[in-house]
């Protein structure tokens, strides 16, 4: 209701004629007097004129007509707590000629108290700017309008650092839902604002990825069908065209007339998808391992008892004194070539019992001075045979925790390997340091070292880098399966080599505990 500052009292009780404005008409209460809520009848200036016995009880009154008649009595400041609203009514009335939902908060007259209103009003005939409108009181409307805005603050702010999306969703009885909060982890998750989603509720749904949409709506079908949460894992497409998987779950909060009111939360959950999607490649390929170790061993097996037959023959026709010496030579020939078969197949065996976790180990305190002498000895007449000088090992090398068949099998692959490979007249050399918790075993020689390109391959079965087209025989699997018994008794092993100075091949093993 308009009332305008600086009226005198006298002006505030007059109609348009001057006389005072009756309350009922002659031939009894009108419809103006008896509607449920708050009417009134103002001249040009805002001036009351009438007020029915709805708007008085507002205001804290008996009736219409003690309201009139308290008039007198009211502030030149007018009823709205905002002052400028009575400036918009009057030029929102003036421009359209009526107004419609025009809520305002306004002080009841009686005691100064305030509610909140919505009026609509219009302009009377005949062109002199008097108006009448209706006044409903919409206090608890916006009290409650107001507790839900500060809800959503609340919400709001325990949302803003949550990893995800926080949503509530109304789901009326029929049609579809509708989104009336969304927390601003969609912006990070989907790429879009707040404002946007709750403004268009299907918004987030078109971004499921094609491909997952029917599964998810089937699901939400299923769910309002019997009941339950709905929880879905699904992708979305974003804007830029990157692709997340999320899951998201939406819970039952309460009932609001017809509607149904849940909430719910949207979880990034691309890191653990892509995590699983590894550990099954994991899992797949240590699988295909386990079974490509498991027939290399079988293999190897069944051709131990042949070859063990066919060297066993050869050496027979070896020894046999009426065998002619080009025959001899044969025989020679065959038995050489079946023992590097063995040592071949000796190597399959082992490096496949240890990529299948079948080899058995029995670490323990191994004292390494009495283990390097016992390989150097093992060695010494190949070094001879090329002129390769060992140096003696150091007698005070302390000890490490390690299976002792394996460490000296590694370390004889090592040395031998130093051997074989070296220059003729070169040196090989074992130095042993102690560095916190491990032991270094340095295997050094003197041969034609590798370069950068070698020492990629170095490790690899069947590697033999370059080897191959020399005069020394061997499987290219020993280094490989080096490195594997190491690194099954918890070790590993390092190399660096210099081409033309030679190369340095490092085991590291833990140190044997102390007492």
């Given at each position: 209701m308009r009332?305008?500052d600086g009226?005198?009292?006298a002006?505030?009780?007059?109609?348009p004629?001057?006389?005072?404005?009756p309350?009922?008409?002659?031939s009894?209460?009108?419809?103006?007097?008896?509607?449920?809520?708050?009417?009134?009848?103002?001249?040009?200036?805002?001036?009351?004129?009438?007020?029915?016995?709805?708007?008085?009880?507002?205001h804290?009154?008996?009736?219409?007509?003690?309201?009139?008649?308290?008039l007198?009595?009211?502030?030149?400041?007018?009823w709205?707590v905002?002052?400028?609203?009575?400036?918009?009514?009057?030029?929102?009335?003036?421009?359209?000629g009526?107004?419609?939902?025009?809520?305002?908060?306004i002080?009841r007259?009686?005691d100064?108290?305030?509610?909140w209103?919505?009026?609509?009003?219009?302009?009377?005939?005949?062109?002199?700017?008097a108006?009448?409108?209706?006044?409903?009181?919409?206090?608890?409307r916006?009290?409650?309008?107001?507790?839900?805005?500060?809800?959503?603050?609340?919400?709001?702010q325990?949302?803003?650092?949550?990893?995800g999306?926080?949503f509530?969703?109304?789901w009326?009885?029929?049609?579809?839902?509708?989104?009336?909060?969304?927390?601003?982890?969609?912006?990070?998750?989907?790429?879009?604002?707040?404002?946007?989603?709750?403004?268009?509720?299907?918004?987030?749904?078109r971004?499921?990825?094609?491909?997952?949409?029917a599964?998810?709506?089937?699901?939400?079908?299923?769910?309002r069908?019997?009941?339950?949460?709905?929880?879905a894992q699904?992708?979305?497409?974003?804007r830029d065209g990157?692709?997340?998987?999320?899951?998201g779950?939406?819970?039952?909060?309460?009932?609001?007339?017809?509607?149904?009111?849940?909430?719910?939360?949207i979880?990034?959950?691309?890191?653990?998808r892509?995590?699983?999607?590894?550990?099954?490649?994991?899992d797949?390929?240590?699988?295909?391992?386990?079974?490509?170790?498991?027939?290399?061993?079988?293999v190897?097996?069944?051709?131990?008892?042949?070859?063990?037959?066919?060297?066993?023959?050869?050496?027979l026709?070896?020894?046999?004194?009426?065998?002619?010496?080009?025959?001899?030579?044969w025989?020679?020939?065959?038995?050489?070539?079946?023992?590097?078969?063995l040592?071949?197949?000796?190597?399959?065996?082992?490096?496949?019992?240890?990529a299948?976790?079948?080899?058995?180990?029995q670490?323990?305190?191994?004292p390494?001075?009495p283990?390097?002498a016992?390989c150097a000895?093992m060695?010494?007449?190949?070094a001879?045979?090329?002129?390769?000088?060992?140096?003696?090992?150091?007698?005070?090398?302390p000890?490490?925790?390690a299976?002792?068949?394996r460490?000296?099998?590694a370390?004889?692959?090592?040395?031998?390997?130093?051997?074989?490979?070296?220059?003729?007249?070169?040196?090989v050399?074992?130095?042993v340091t102690?560095?916190?918790?491990?032991?270094?075993?340095?295997?050094?020689?003197?041969?034609?070292?590798?370069?950068?390109a070698?020492?990629?391959?170095?490790f690899?079965?069947?590697?033999?880098?370059?080897?191959?087209?020399?005069?020394?025989?061997?499987?290219g699997?020993?280094l490989?399966?080096?490195?594997?018994?190491?690194?099954?008794?918890?070790?590993?092993?390092d190399?660096?080599s210099?081409?033309?100075?030679?190369?340095?091949?490092?085991?590291?093993?833990?140190?044997?505990?102390?007492?």
């Open positions: 009332t305008d009226q005198p009292p002006a505030r009780q007059a109609g004629s001057g006389g005072a404005s309350q009922v008409g002659a009894g209460p009108t419809l103006f007097d008896r509607l449920p809520i708050g009417a009134y009848r103002c001249a040009a200036d805002g001036t009351p004129l009438r007020v029915n016995d709805a708007l008085g009880r507002m804290g009154y008996d009736d219409g007509a003690q309201m009139m008649q308290a007198t009595a009211v502030d030149a400041q007018g709205y905002d002052t400028e609203r009575r400036a918009q009514f009057r030029q929102q009335l003036q421009l359209e009526q107004l419609s939902g025009f809520v305002s908060q002080r007259q009686r100064g108290s305030t509610l209103i919505s009026e609509s009003a219009h302009l009377l005939p005949g062109g002199d700017g108006y009448e409108g209706t006044v409903e009181d919409v206090t608890e916006m009290q409650a309008l107001h507790a839900l805005e500060r809800s959503d603050e609340l919400l709001r325990m949302t803003w650092h949550f990893p999306v926080v509530r969703t109304r009326p009885a029929r049609g579809e839902p509708t989104l009336d909060y969304v927390s601003d982890g969609v912006r990070e998750l989907y790429g879009i604002e707040p404002e946007e989603a709750m403004a268009d509720a299907n918004a987030l749904a971004m499921r990825h094609p491909d997952d949409d599964a998810v709506q089937a699901g939400l079908l299923e769910s069908r019997h009941g339950t949460p709905p929880t699904f992708r979305i497409v974003r990157s692709i997340r998987w999320v899951q779950t939406v819970s039952f909060v309460a009932r609001v007339g017809d509607d149904d009111v849940r909430t719910g939360v979880l990034d959950i691309t890191a653990q892509e995590a699983a999607a590894l550990r099954a490649q994991r797949s390929a240590e699988a295909e391992r386990r079974a490509s170790a498991a027939m290399l061993s079988r190897s097996h069944e051709l131990r008892t042949p070859l063990n037959a066919v060297l066993g023959f050869g050496q026709l070896e020894r046999d004194p009426a065998l002619p010496e080009r025959q001899r030579e025989a020679a020939q065959v038995v050489a070539s079946g023992r590097h078969l040592a071949l197949v000796e190597d399959v065996l082992g490096l496949s019992s240890v299948s976790r079948e080899l058995p180990l670490c323990e305190t191994v390494l001075a283990l390097l016992e000895s060695l010494a007449s190949q001879a045979d090329r002129q390769v000088t060992l140096d003696a090992p150091p007698v005070d090398a000890a490490v925790h299976d002792r068949r460490l000296r099998q370390l004889a692959n090592l040395l031998s390997n130093a051997v074989k490979y070296n220059r003729v007249g070169g040196r050399a074992v130095a102690a560095e916190g918790a491990l032991v270094h075993i340095a295997v050094r020689d003197t041969g034609q070292g590798l370069d950068a070698q020492l990629a391959r170095l690899q079965p069947f590697e033999r880098v370059g080897a191959e087209r020399g005069p020394v025989a061997g499987t699997l020993g490989a399966l080096t490195r594997e018994l190491v690194q099954a008794m918890g070790g590993r092993v190399v660096e210099t081409p033309g100075e030679g190369s340095t091949f490092v085991i590291s093993l833990p140190a044997a505990a102390a007492g």
